[in-house]
């Protein structure tokens, strides 16, 4: 078997004496799209957190393509192309949409400079449906495209694996069909995506493999069909009444 792109060996957060994510293993292979389940408070936000460096493990490790990455500065991991959105939408508020996006692309993976930055974030607002925007204020826009300029703010940095935290959170159903679509061409152009998600329209459209959590702990893990139908996970969703 080919060396995965992703992979989480014991990988352990403690925060006092709440363990928020407790020895979770999983791979995540080239182009492959990997959904992160579970219900609120299981440890999926804080699982991405430890993979792209924005809190450190308190053990276990964290490999991508083989060479580890956990304990390295988020920087320096977003640099070997992992890049993410968060589940509250995180953009510069003094700039404009087009800068958002110039960000990415000057501390990225891939880093861009000058006019090659600045078409490059206009090719990434058409693509993500934000076309003719760029000079607008943050203000001027709706929560959906908002999330629009922060995907293409991380698309700008050229990540190899993304991480998508609830990006389909909030969507209509036109919306939703439309953000489908583009996870789904993100990963035809070769990437390889963790979506944290609750949509399951979403998860049976987009997800190759489910991992799913409860209380920071792997409890299943297959393709949607299996893991939707699986008894400890809707019991884990719905509790014991309904399992």
């Keep these: 078997m080919s060396t995965p792109v992703l992979s989480l060996r014991g990988v352990t957060k403690r925060f006092g004496g709440l363990v928020a994510v407790n020895a979770m293993d999983f791979d995540v292979a ?31 490790h964290v490999s991508l393509w083989g060479s580890r990455i956990s304990g390295l500065p988020a920087q320096t991991i977003t640099r070997k192309g992992v890049s993410r959105t968060f589940q509250l939408v995180r953009l510069l508020p003094s ?5 958002n996006v110039v960000a990415g692309a000057v501390f990225g993976h891939r880093r ?23 000079d607008m204020a943050l203000g001027q826009l709706t929560y959906i495209d908002t999330k629009r300029v922060e995907l293409a703010r991380t698309l700008a940095s050229d990540p190899k694996v993304l991480l998508l935290d609830e990006w389909l959170a909030g969507l209509n159903p036109t919306e939703l069909q439309i953000g489908i679509t583009l996870i789904k061409s993100l990963r035809d152009e070769g990437r390889t995506i963790i979506l944290v998600e609750h949509v399951m329209d979403a998860i049976r459209s987009l997800c190759d493999r489910c991992v799913v ?31």
Excluded: C, F
């Excluded at 609120?40 to 430890?50: A, E, V, Y």
């Excluded at 700039?95 to 800068?99: A, K, Q």
């Excluded at 008894?231 to 399992?243: C, M, P, S």
């Design 30 to 60: 080239e182009r492959e799209v990997v959904g992160l389940l579970g219900p609120n408070g299981s440890g999926k936000s804080t699982t991405l957190n430890l993979i792209s460096g924005a809190l450190p493990l308190t053990s276990g």
């Design 95 to 99: 700039m404009n949409v087009r800068e």
């Design 112 to 134: 861009r400079w000058g006019q090659d930055a600045w078409d490059h974030a206009d090719q990434l607002l058409d693509k993500v449906g934000l076309g003719g925007k760029g």
């Design 213 to 243: 959590m409860a209380s920071g702990t792997k409890i299943a893990e297959g393709t949607p069909t299996q893991v939707l139908s699986d008894k400890e996970v809707i019991r884990a969703y719905l509790g014991d009444d309904d399992a």
